[in-house]
Nanobody
Framework: VQLQASGGGLVQAGGSLRLSCANSGRTLRTYAMGWFRQAPGKEREFVSSISWGGGSTEYADSVKGRFAISRDNAKNTVYLQMNSLKSADTADYYC?????????????????WGKGTQVTVSS
């Protein structure tokens, strides 16, 4: 299993970005996938996750109504559409896979992590 995140970059406040996380290894059947982020000097925090079938999603309060998670199991890919970006969203974003829901799982219990993709929001 190899999770590869992409789509990060520099964007102005109020703008949008779409992150992708592709799994190039075996299909993680039944696994939820999601996103965490870590800002400089801060701990890694949960952002969003989606169940295997896509029927259940969860979001951190700080991104509700602005971010949308989705997945395409045929492509082994999960997406994070980020709208109305704020400077507070600046962080390295990491995709992850594990048992749903990911929000209440310690980092050590997450089965798989991808490398981060950097998002910088300028004000």
């Amino acid at each position: 299993v190899q999770l590869q995140a992409s789509g990060g970059g520099l964007v102005q406040a109020g703008g949008s970005l779409r992150l992708s996380c592709a799994n190039s290894g075996r299909t993680l059947r039944t696994y939820a996938m999601g996103w965490f982020r870590q800002a400089p000097g801060k701990e890694r925090e949960f952002v969003s996750s989606i169940s295997w079938g896509g029927g259940s999603t969860e979001y951190a309060d700080s991104v509700k109504g602005r971010f949308a998670i989705s997945r395409d199991n045929a492509k082994n890919t999960v997406y994070l559409q980020m709208n109305s970006l704020k400077s507070a969203d600046t962080a390295d974003y990491y995709c992850a896979a594990g048992s749903y829901p990911l929000s209440n799982r310690p980092a050590g219990s997450i089965n798989y992590w991808g490398k981060g993709t950097q998002v910088t929001v300028s004000s």
